[in-house]
């Protein structure tokens, strides 16, 4: 005779330092259509954005992560293990898909404890209610979903994500619909996910919120992975696209005089906010631009990078 562990008690089936997300060549594809092609990367705990235009493969990349669908070829693992018909694994996952998925006549405290209840808790009201707690939906849990916003019903499908306490978490577009406060306590909440060892992966076409919550990113273009990593470091790698920094001195235009001079600029513009400076040395022009106000005799006030922006990345990799 077999003995069952009871769900919550699952071990974890990796070690904890191998990766939680490990894609190795991954590819789906429906008849001719590619919407996955060729994808490798790992991820560990800590908060990712998964960003691209629309049909750039961003949900399809979600669903095989949350074992809806198996890779055409290559592999895809969660926590060691193939997520695909492996309810094992489905323990330990977390989604938030972006297309409604909530009964409109379920009181949010029904919905989050049917989600308890299929992950075989043991006290799924105790549990219904912890979760909706950390999404505070507290005083709306027993209203019915009909009945809530755009914003609470995102928060709702997040408490269900949430009620089982998964190691990692996949969330398809999980701030739609939330007004500024609710986005904030949103992604207050994604960290402290983080903080605790959690994996989060998330989608989103709203470049501010993806820079907010941390600099790790995912770029996919037409089903294939344009970029991973920090995002201020990809920056640093564009090679063919100028620099653009903004300083602000005692003196603009004596400063400019002087920067001209310099092999690392290339183009000085004075504008109302201060130079405009355009170099394809960044690294090297920061360590001479106070040479450059001592020698032209002014004070620097400000020195700001004004494309080392996650939406110049995003613009560039997409648009390239």
């Known amino acids: 005779m077999t003995t069952q562990l009871a769900p919550e008690t699952v071990p974890a089936t990796q070690p904890a330092s191998a990766p939680a997300i490990e894609l190795l060549h991954a590819a789906r594809w429906y008849g001719n259509v590619v919407a996955v092609n060729d994808i490798s990367f790992s991820l560990g705990a800590g908060v990712t954005g998964l960003l691209g235009p629309n049909g750039a493969g961003k949900t399809t990349l979600l669903h095989m992560l949350a074992g809806f669908l198996a890779p055409s070829a290559g592999t895809v693992k969660v926590l060691g293990q193939s997520p695909h018909r492996n309810p094992s694994v489905y323990r330990q996952i977390g989604l938030v898909p972006e297309r409604e998925a909530v009964y409109p006549f379920l009181t949010g405290r029904d919905y989050v404890k049917f989600n308890a209840r299929l992950q075989g808790m043991r006290d799924p009201d105790g549990a219904a209610r912890a979760a909706i707690a950390r999404v505070g939906l507290e005083d709306a849990m027993d209203r019915a979903i009909g009945t809530y916003s755009k914003g609470m019903r995102q928060r709702v499908k997040v408490a ?151 939406e110049s990345v995003f613009d560039y990799l997409v648009g390239r």
């Not at 990113?217 to 920056?235: E, H, N």
């Not at 690392?264 to 360590?287: D, K």
Request: without cysteine; charged residues 20%; hydrophobic residues 45%.
């Open 160 to 310: 269900g994500s949430l009620v089982h306490d998964p190691q990692v978490l996949l969330l398809d577009e999980p701030f739609n619909g939330m007004d500024p406060r609710q986005r904030i306590a949103m992604m207050d909440l994604l960290g402290d996910l983080a903080g605790a060892g959690r994996t989060i992966l998330f989608s989103s076409h709203i470049l501010e919120e993806v820079e907010q919550v941390g600099t790790e990113i995912l770029v996919m273009v037409a089903g294939r992975l344009a970029a991973s990593g920090d995002f201020r470091a990809i920056r640093a790698l564009m090679t063919d696209r100028p620099h653009t920094v903004t300083v602000r001195s005692s003196d603009d235009r004596r400063l400019a005089t002087t920067l001209m001079a310099d092999p690392t600029v290339f183009a000085v513009e004075l504008t109302p906010n201060g130079l405009s400076v355009q170099t394809a040395q960044l690294g090297a022009f920061r360590r001479i631009l106070a040479g450059s106000s001592r020698s032209a005799g002014v004070r620097l006030l400000e020195v700001l990078s004004a494309d080392e922006s996650l």
